[in-house]
């Protein structure tokens, strides 16, 4: 047991975690206002956007993440040299950051693509009946509905980006959780399964009120019809 | 409710002048993004026909492409099986009328799917590694696949749950009204029943195993991933060599998805279940990596 708690004073494993908090809301942001213009592509009238949207979705939704990232890391950062900040460290949570939000905007455009399917025809048409044309008609009345609508999904999506902020380790943003579990079994193999469950548990501890918000808030916001 | 025929009214002569507008302004932003990526790539020589030629070359698929791809789809092939028993027992058991049995298979799936799979990779890599349990060489293939068995599995879990609770209650009525124990009418009538409804959604879960499956490449698994950046560092062709990997991995993924589409039509009149089972929670679940 004192073993075990000497661990909490070498490693700041809630720093860690930290990271993780950081990289999940920052490219949580990025990917809902992306996916929500995406979702707005799609239902548009105009048919290029609809094929942008779509090609957009169906590339990124079937390129696994960890190639996303170590395109980041390994082309856009070493040989592109395009850097997002002017220290090392920044730079490569930035990348982190812009890659998370690229693969989970197509996530997060599904989402709110079947949030839109719960608003029922009558309010599109109600919408056009009183002189909406298609901008006005998705800005008041649609998408207000669908993003309701969308709440499961979306919690969904964000309980998947919180646990995918652990891929970052593939491009060595170091502080972050699965890295220092990594080093931590490495430099104390006799405490693997402690080590192990600590991790775990913090994220089932921030998972599991996301799901149970997002849920309580779908209820809660959900259209009575 | 299909959003395109809804949201706007059959376009008018004015209307469809706009959308014309639109389209041509559309086509020129999206060309325009294209264009700034292709040209920025370009500048620092990526579309060099020396950065592409590795590929016209036998020996790059021989010993490089091929061979990731193998171990790729082998740890794939082999978490979907196990996943699928996994998802099985668990998912029955989460059925149960013995509540322990139920309680039990309840925090095992929940916990199992709050964890990140990458987490629990590096967990068996390294404590497999370290126990001498297996040879060291075999611990990455292990770790991945005990990994994506153990998430997937417990998702899986979760979709013969909710394929059994979509059908209607009349065919386990049916079931005990021909003498049939609750076990016997759940292996026998509910879950092949719910197993046929949840095909669609299946085949959505086995594409994130085979995108996760490239996890590997951080815990040394020599899959495609791994073998594309050898290529990458050896011909000084890092992003041509990512390009190609991650074509490969959408044309695959596309055909499942696109299979899973079909199949989700084709069944629809199999099953007493609902129709697009659990078509909503699972899509949304593919978002795991």
């Known amino acids: 047991m004192e073993n075990y708690l000497s661990l909490f004073e070498t490693y700041d494993v809630p720093a860690a975690f930290w990271v993780n908090i950081q990289l999940s809301f920052w490219a949580a942001l990025w990917a809902l206002a992306l996916g929500t213009v995406l979702a707005l592509f799609r239902i548009s009238p105009i048919p290029s956007l609809q094929w942008f949207g779509a090609a957009y979705v169906n590339i990124f939704r079937n390129t696994p993440l960890t190639i996303i990232l170590a395109f980041g890391f390994l082309g856009l950062f070493s040989v592109m040299q395009i850097s997002l900040a002017s220290e090392l460290n920044v730079s490569l949570f930035r990348i982190a950051i812009v890659g998370l939000a690229l693969y989970h905007a197509a996530f997060v455009c599904e989402a709110i693509r079947s949030g839109v399917n719960t608003v029922p025809l009558g309010q599109a048409e109600a919408a056009r009946a009183i002189g909406l044309s298609f901008l006005p008609a998705a800005r008041l009345i649609i998408l207000p509905q669908a993003f309701r609508g969308a709440i499961a999904p979306l919690g969904n999506v964000l309980i998947a980006l919180i646990k995918n902020s652990t891929v970052a380790a593939a491009g060595s943003v170091a502080a972050e959780a699965s890295g220092l579990m990594k080093t931590m079994i490495e430099f104390r193999s006799d405490l693997v399964f402690p080590i192990f469950l600590t991790f775990a548990l913090g994220f089932v501890i921030l998972v599991i009120p996301v799901g149970l918000l997002t849920t309580w808030a779908s209820r809660k916001l959900a259209v009575a019809r | ?289």
Request: cysteine-free; aromatic content about 8%.
């Open chain 2, 1 to 289: 409710m299909s959003a395109q025929q809804v949201l706007f009214d059959a376009p008018g002569p004015r209307a469809r002048r706009n959308i014309l507008i639109g389209n041509i302004v559309g086509v020129l932003i999206v060309l325009g993004v294209l264009a700034w990526v292709i040209s920025a790539l370009a500048e620092k020589g990526q579309f060099a026909g020396s950065m592409w030629a590795p590929f016209l070359e036998s020996r790059t698929w021989e010993f490089f492409i091929l061979p990731g791809l193998g171990n790729t789809l082998k740890a794939a092939a082999i978490a979907i099986v196990t996943s699928v028993v996994f998802g099985l027992v668990f998912g029955v058991g989460r059925l149960s009328h013995v509540a322990p049995v139920r309680w039990i298979a309840g925090v095992v799936v929940e916990f199992l799917r709050a964890v990140p799979v990458l987490l629990m990779m590096i967990f068996f890599w390294l404590a497999l590694g370290s126990s001498g349990a297996v040879k060291p060489q075999d611990a990455p293939l292990i770790a991945v696949i005990l990994a994506l068995t153990l998430y997937n599995g417990s998702v899986i879990a979760e979709l013969v749950r909710s394929g059994v609770h979509g059908l209607p209650r009349g065919q386990r009525e049916a079931g005990m009204a021909i003498g049939l124990t609750r076990n016997q009418s759940l292996r026998n009538i509910e879950v092949p029943q719910a197993l046929i409804a949840m095909l669609p959604a299946l085949i959505s879960q086995f594409v994130v195993i085979l995108k996760d499956s490239a996890l590997g490449f951080i815990i040394t698994y020599p899959e495609l991933l791994q073998y594309t950046r050898r290529l990458g560092v050896g011909e000084g062709n890092v992003i041509p060599s990512l390009f190609v990997a991650a074509a490969i991995f959408i044309v695959i993924n596309f055909a499942l998805s696109t299979l899973a589409t079909r199949l989700s039509v084709l069944l629809s009149f199999r099953t007493k279940g609902r129709k697009p089972v659990a078509r909503e929670a699972v899509a949304l679940d593919a978002a795991s990596t």
